[in-house]
């Protein structure tokens, strides 16, 4: 039986409390009618590459490159039989049959070994960079254009569990004999996790509303292990006290640690200030994992479902010394090649006591490439040599989804004045039990 071991990060640290689908289920019914739309229309998003359709794309490069290795043998061979000729020409007899057979399979070894390791290389090249001639479209002012909503759900988390053994990369059948089935993680979570009620806990929604994709990312017809490519262990390199460092930043910073004396003890993501999932850099949550690009000559917008986090990045520009520290950061960008590359930094102090990934010195500098009509290749690298011996990056694959919706968080609902009368009624009773 697979282990949960295989559970992503976000998966194990998540403690559920998501306003945003609290108040989609208190919504009018249109609105949840709507949602529900949104919740079966996933059955139609892109899909992971089949088996067959991967052993069909290969066989089409590899008859390829047998027809182009057999020319290349024996043209290497007959190359080696006029050279070997004109040697004897020179110095004696023209070479007897069987000699010259002999010498010229000789020599012809390291050639041909030589040349099919560099055409491997070559057609591998092309086969892993989607190189059947895609070139992204362009805006009517000329740069790669990688608009339009983006769904990035994907059970791979960001570090590499275990039970795949070291390995980056696995086949379909591997995929599913060790990650945890989606409707089982779900069950388990329900049962035992944020969400299951209990004697202090009212639970939270079920599972309809938890869609955490049901694969590991596709990349290149395989299934990625981890979104860490580099180390190549997929492990985050920390520095032996960087840990400790990271605690001492989230410790000192003044945000709220979900004390209830007031709304302003609560944490970030119940005040709907920002999202309590990864947004800069993007990484899979439990839900609402999509995102939009708009592209302008000056400037480009980020825009998360979750929270509407938006972050506005200038082109072609440097970064601003403020006087204040932005909430998602300060973002500049710029095209290179067909692809967009924004770099971020300076995040908000409350931000870093919320995030895992953003730190006080954090340099973040993310990818974007169309490689298809309905797909992005993204990444990201984490840059803080105060917490990592390296910087690192991870990369995961982005898919077309459907249009974003209102992320109504505490608009129309009771949560925050329920936290807080509920601390107020635990006030009163203990006072009355004294």
């Known amino acids: 039986m697979p282990q949960f071991e295989a559970f992503t990060d976000s998966e194990r ?8 689908h609290r108040a989609r289920q208190g919504a009018e019914p249109e609105r949840t009618g709507m949602y529900l739309q949104r919740v079966a229309s996933a059955a139609t998003e892109p899909q992971p ?17 047998r027809h182009y290795l057999l020319v290349a043998v024996l043209a290497s061979m007959l190359l080696a039989a006029l050279s070997l000729n004109s040697n004897y020409l020179k110095t004696g007899p023209v070479c007897p049959p069987m000699i010259l057979i002999k010498e010229v399979s000789m020599r012809t070894h390291f050639r041909i070994t030589a040349l099919a390791s560099l055409m491997l290389a070559a057609f591998a090249g092309s086969i892993a960079f989607a190189a059947e001639g895609y ?25 590499r569990a275990d039970v795949y053994e070291g390995e980056l990369e696995v086949d379909e059948e591997t995929m599913l004999a060790k990650m945890v089935s989606t409707p089982d993680f779900i069950a388990f979570l329900e049962a035992t996790g944020a969400e299951a009620p209990g004697p ?40 032996e006290e960087g840990q400790a460092v990271r605690r001492s930043q989230q410790d000192e910073l003044p945000m709220g640690m979900a004390e209830s004396d007031g709304p302003e003890g609560r944490t970030l993501s119940d ?24 592209q302008g000559p000056t400037h ?31 973002s500049i960008g710029y095209y290179d090649g067909n692809t967009l590359v924004v770099q971020t930094k300076d995040f908000n102090g409350w931000q870093v006591a919320k995030e895992r990934l953003i730190s006080s010195n954090v ?4 990818r974007f490439t169309r490689v298809a009509d309905d797909k992005l290749h993204y990444s990201f690298t984490i840059d803080d040599p105060d917490l990592y011996t390296q910087p690192w990056t991870a990369e995961m694959p982005m898919y077309t989804g459907e249009d974003l919706y209102e992320y109504a968080c505490h608009e129309g609902n009771y949560a ?7 601390e107020r009624r635990q006030e009163l009773d203990a006072r009355n039990a004294q």
């Open 13 to 20: 640290r998540w403690s559920g409390g998501g306003a945003g």
């Open 49 to 65: 590459i089949t088996k067959s359709q991967s052993e069909g794309f290969e066989s089409k490069y590899q008859n390829k490159l």
């Open 135 to 159: 070139m992204p479209p362009k805006t009517d002012f000329g740069v790669p254009d990688v608009q339009g909503v983006w769904n990035y759900k994907t059970r791979t988390g960001l570090e």
């Open 200 to 239: 202090e806990n009212v639970g939270g929604y079920n599972g309809f509303w938890i869609t955490p994709g049901d694969a590991l990312a596709e990349m290149n017809g395989k299934y990625r292990t981890s979104l860490i490519v580099d180390p190549p262990d997929g492990k985050i390199p920390w520095r």
């Open 271 to 294: 005040r709907c200030l920002i999202s309590f999932a990864s947004t800069a850099p993007f990484m899979s949550s439990l839900y609402n994992n999509h995102m939009q690009i708009v």
């Open 300 to 330: 480009v917008v980020l825009l998360a479902e979750m929270v509407h986090n938006a972050r506005i990045v200038r082109i072609d520009q440097e970064f601003k010394e403020l006087p204040y520290e932005k909430w998602l950061g300060d």
């Open 363 to 366: 340099l973040l500098t993310e």
């Open 416 to 422: 925050m004045r329920a936290i807080l009368a509920g």
